[in-house]
């Protein structure tokens, strides 16, 4: 399980890059740096918007660019140490949606 933790270290690690590659190169148009900096504002419900239609559309990140993980192969940040750990922060976001979605239906 993704801890909150663990994300709260890759997000800090992110440079908030202009005209973010690991952005412009995503296959299915979806914006991780803007996602990322939604999180790094702790704003979990805008980060998942921003990546809940293109995951209806096209699946999952793994899924639409067929592992080839073109975000974290063009990382800036992976110049430096290493890539930002994108797909993870992807996935946690994916389990925080569908544990606010049980959430909100078990209240009805
Ligand atoms: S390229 Fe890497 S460091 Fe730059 S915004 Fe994207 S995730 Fe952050």
């Keep these: 399980m993704i801890n909150r933790f663990i994300v709260e270290e890759e997000i800090n690690r992110c440079l908030l890059c202009f005209d973010a590659p690991c952005s412009t190169k995503c296959p299915i148009g979806k914006d991780p740096a803007s996602i990322i900096m939604s999180l790094r504002f702790k704003n979990n419900k805008a980060a998942s918007q921003k990546s809940e239609d293109l995951d ?19 990382c800036i940040r992976g110049k430096i140490d290493r890539p ?8 946690y976001i994916s389990n925080e949606n569908k544990i606010s979605i049980k959430n909100n239906s078990d209240e009805k």
Excluded at 56 to 72: D, F, H, P, R, W
Excluded at 84 to 91: E, R, S, T
Aim: glycine share 4%; charged share 20%; net charge positive.
């Design 56 to 74: 209806l559309k096209y699946g999952t990140c793994s899924e639409a660019c067929q592992n080839e993980i073109s975000c974290v192969k063009n």
């Design 84 to 91: 930002i750990k994108i797909p993870m922060l992807m996935n």
